[in-house]
C-alpha cells in the first residue's frame, strides 16, 4: 500500500489542479459538489492516503481545469481545510485555501421539511451567519441549518 | 415605500415601521378615504383565515381597491398541480399587490422573487407574518405612548408562533427586554435569541406564567396547539399552565396591556376581557388600519 501511495503522490500533472488536505472520505462529496462527474478531462483521485498534517486525507488531481474562488469556496462545507494547487507545464503556478462564503447557493438542502425549497423547485440559498460553526440561515424560512444536519442536494 | 414587498419584517427599517404606524393613526381617525380607486389587490390565501383575510380585504375597500381573488387553495388551479410560481406569475399580470398567505414558510420570498408587482406576506408556514407585526407594534405604541425601552412578555407556544417571531424581531430595534414564557418544547427558535444577542439585549426564560405578571408592560399570549406535540401526554401536562385569569392581574403594572393575535380558545379566560388590561379586540381593529397604511405606503399613495 505504501508503495502504491508513494506512486500516486509523485504523479504529476502537466496542467490543471490538484486539490490536496481534503478530509478521509470527502473526497466523493468534494467530485460532486464540484461537478468533476462530469468533467471530460482526466480525473485522478484518492482517498484514506496517509497523511502527516491529518492523519488521513483524500487528494483530486484534474487535468486542464482550474477553478476561481467562487468554485473554491463551495466546498468549504466539506473541505475546509483543502487546498487548490494550479499546476502549468508541471510547475506550481498558484496556491489557493478554501475560505467559508458568505452565502451558499443550490448546493445544501435545508433542513426544515416545510421549507418552500424542498416542496416546489427553488434553488437553496442560505447566508452563513456563523462561519466557525458553519449556521447557515435559508434565504427563504430563515431557518438555521446546523452543520450537523447539512446534507447535500 | 412605493413597490416594495414586505414579506419578512425585517425587510423595513426602523424610520419605515414608524412611518406606517403614523400613516395607520391617521386611518383610524379617517377610514374611508378612497385612495386606491384605480387599484385591484390580489388576495390570496392557500390556507384559510379569518381576521387577515378579512382585514385586509375590508382595508382595501375602504380604499376603494377591488378585491379579486380566493380564500381556500382548494378552488384553484393549485389543486391540479399548478406551481406557485407559475401562480404568481400569473396572478401579477392581473393585479397591482399581491396579499398572500401560504402553508409553507418562505413561499412570500420566493412568490416576491418571481411577481412583477409588490407582495405582501400575510403569513407563511410558521414563518414571518410581518402585517400582524405592525398591527402589534401600533397597539404596543397606542398602550404605552411609546415603543422604546419596554419590557415585552411572550407567553405559550414561542416555537412555531410566527407573530411571536416578526415582534422579537421588530422589538429589537427599541431596547427592549424580552420575558419568554413557554414550555421546554416551544421554546423560542435559536434564530430569534441570536436576533436579541446580536442587538445586545436581554432576554429571561421563565415556565411559569405567574413569574412576569410584576414586571411586564405587554403581556403578548398566544394559543398552545395540540398539534406541535408528538406525545398527547405532553400537551395535557401543559396546556393550562399558561391560561391567563382575572386574579393572576393583581399587582401587575398598571400600564400593563394583553395582546393576542387572536383566535384565543382557552388561554385567556373570559373573565379578563372586561379588565383595563385586555386590549386584544382593539388590537384586532387595528389590524385595518395598519393593513390601510400598508397598502397605502406600498401603492405610492401616502
Redesign the interface.
Known sequence: MNKDQRHLNVTAIENGTVIDHIPANNVFKVLHILNLENNKNQVLFGDNLDSRKYGKKGIIKVSNTYFDANEINKIALVAPTATFIGIKNFEVVSKKQVEVPDQIKSIVKCF?P????N????PSLFTV?DKEQMKL????????TVKNNIIFV | MKGKNLV?ITDFSKDEYLRILNIAADFEKNPNQKLLNDHVVASLFFEPSTRTRLSFETAANRLGARVVGFSDSGSTSVKKGE???DTIIMVSGYADIIVMR??????A??ASEVSSVPVINAG?????HPSQCLLDMYSILQTQGTLDNLNIAFIGDLKYGRTVHSLVQAMCNFNATFHLVSPEQLKL???SK?HIKNNKLEYHQYTELADIMPIADIVYMTRIQQERFSDPLEYEKVKNSYVLTKSMLEGCKPNMKILHPLPRINEISEDVDETPQAFYFKQAENGVYVRQALLAAIAGVK
Open positions: 426544515n416545510n421549507c418552500i425549497t416542496v416546489e423547485n427553488v451567519v440561515l435559508c434565504h427563504y424560512c430563515e431557518k438555521i | 419578512s406551481s406557485l410560481k401560504h402553508p409553507r414558510e418562505g413561499a420570498r420566493w407563511d408556514g410558521a414563518n414571518q427558535p435559536s434564530s441570536m
